[in-house]
């Protein structure tokens, strides 16, 4: 029994060693798993930082888009009104083209009349008493027989 009380307490400084060395062990695991929890911690509030960072630049670019955005609008609608203005402006100009072509086709008319078929000594409108009526056809310059209105032309017609 010796030899089992001299083994049994041999084993039983082992078993202290070993329990000293298992908790030294286990003392060593524990500060281990703390470190990868903080490090796992810090880690995922670096990522979430991140993420917010990311997040919030990608809004100041939606802002920054938005406003881009509105002012391409506003520089369209601008140009649309202008390039509207313009129409109605050559759709002006064409009507009193083609009003000024039809008053330059009738005096070319009256003139060649003058000059080719008119003849005042035969034309009984021509007697003595009315030679301001025949005078003003010899004078193509005075058209007051014509009774056409005016061409109207404002300052504001030609802004460009």
């Known amino acids: 029994m010796a030899t089992s009380s ?9 078993l202290l060693q ?4 298992e908790e030294d062990l286990q003392h060593v695991m524990d500060q281990r798993k703390l470190k990868r929890m903080q490090s796992n911690r810090e880690s995922a ?3 979430r930082m991140r993420k917010q960072k990311h997040l919030d630049d990608l809004m100041a670019q939606v802002a920054h888009l ?3 955005n509105n002012q391409i609008l506003t520089s369209l609608n601008i140009t649309t009104q202008h390039y509207l203005g313009v129409e109605s402006e050559n759709s002006v ?7 000024l072509t039809s008053r330059l086709h ?9 000059h080719g078929s008119h003849d005042h000594d035969h034309d009984p409108d021509c007697g003595p008493l009315n030679t301001l009526a ?15 209105q005016p061409i109207m032309a404002s300052a504001d017609m030609f802004q460009y």
């Not at 100009?93 to 009003?99: F, G």
């Open 6 to 14: 001299g083994t049994s307490s041999g084993s039983g400084s082992t």
């Open 18 to 21: 070993n329990s000293g060395s």
């Open 45 to 47: 509030r670096r990522s």
């Open 66 to 68: 938005r406003k881009e």
């Open 93 to 99: 100009l064409r009507t009193q083209i083609m009003e």
């Open 106 to 114: 009738s005096l070319n008319e009256i003139i060649h009349y003058m």
């Open 134 to 148: 025949c005078d003003s056809y010899t004078r193509p310059w005075d058209l007051q027989f014509l009774n056409q």
